[in-house]
């Protein structure tokens, strides 16, 4: 057997997955992080979209449909197959990282077992699991206070946070007091051109709701497991962005300082 010759891109690399609620901020950390210390981001999320909706892999594309289309659940090897080619690409593009931020995946505890092993066959680390704490009242409302000007949809507000909220409520054209909506909300005005804000279908209470009892089902056990492995760095995401980067450096930083220059 020779192993110099089939080195994997990943041997050797460090790996952070993300976890952490919709609406939990962990866009915005991964960026961040990922800048700060040269760690490339697989994020799955974007993997899917590139797959179904700019035709990145015909036959993947194929094989996905063939599920969705019978109202099945993607299963698990297919997740992780997916997985596993697409990441194993974005370390072969970038030999000098020291390691990798996994956004999206593992997203449940068969998934955590298939990185388990992929790691051994690479000879990577899972470094540590980057769990954002963020309380369920406080991602909903972030979601439902969530506003978009209807003229120009880069102009994004939140009704629920005195540093994101917009200036001023529409009032009603006969001047008796501020206008709602259909579900009695107060409608407000863009600050930048006073057009009228609309909340997305995404952030209506009853689909944010929905969307956070499947995060939990799924979610809760891979915490968990990762919990009981040690693998876990638990954050407190229910702070300023700057003191939630700052948590997770603390985590970070040593594990990387320590890692070997390749
Ligand atoms: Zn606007």
Redesign the pocket.
């Known amino acids: 057997m020779t192993t110099s010759s089939t080195q994997n891109p990943l041997t050797g690399k460090l790996l952070f997955p993300f976890v952490a609620p919709p609406n939990g901020g962990k866009g915005t950390q991964t960026q961040i992080l990922s800048e700060r210390y040269n760690l490339p981001t697989f994020d799955m999320g974007s993997t899917f979209r590139a797959i179904m909706k700019e035709g990145r892999d015909p036959q993947l594309k194929a094989e996905l449909e063939s599920f969705m289309n019978n109202g099945k659940l993607v299963p698990v090897e297919t997740v992780v197959k997916i997985f596993k080619k697409n990441f194993e690409a974005l370390a072969a593009q970038n030999p000098e990282a020291k390691g990798f931020i996994l956004d999206g995946f593992p997203r449940s505890q068969d998934q955590a077992s298939a990185l388990a092993t992929l790691c051994q066959e690479w000879q990577a680390t899972l470094a540590k699991v980057i769990y954002l704490n963020v309380p369920m009242d406080v991602v909903k409302a972030r979601a439902t206070g969530r506003r978009f ?1 209807s ?2 949809a880069r ?1 994004v507000y939140n009704v629920n946070d005195a540093k994101l909220a917009p200036k001023y409520k529409k009032m009603k054209a006969d001047g008796t007091g501020v206008e709602v909506d259909a579900q009695g909300r107060e409608v407000w005005q ?1 600050t ?2 006073e ?1 009228e804000l609309i909340v997305r279908a995404d952030d209506e209470p009853q689909t944010v709701e929905k969307r956070l009892v499947e995060y939990s089902k799924e979610t809760d056990p891979l915490i968990a497991h990762y919990r009981q492995t040690q693998e876990l760095a638990e954050i407190n995401g229910d702070q300023a962005p700057e003191k939630v980067t700052q948590s997770i450096e603390t985590v970070m930083h040593p594990i990387l300082a320590l890692a070997p220059v390749s």
Do not use: M
């Open positions: 000007c003229q120009d102009h863009c930048l051109d057009a």
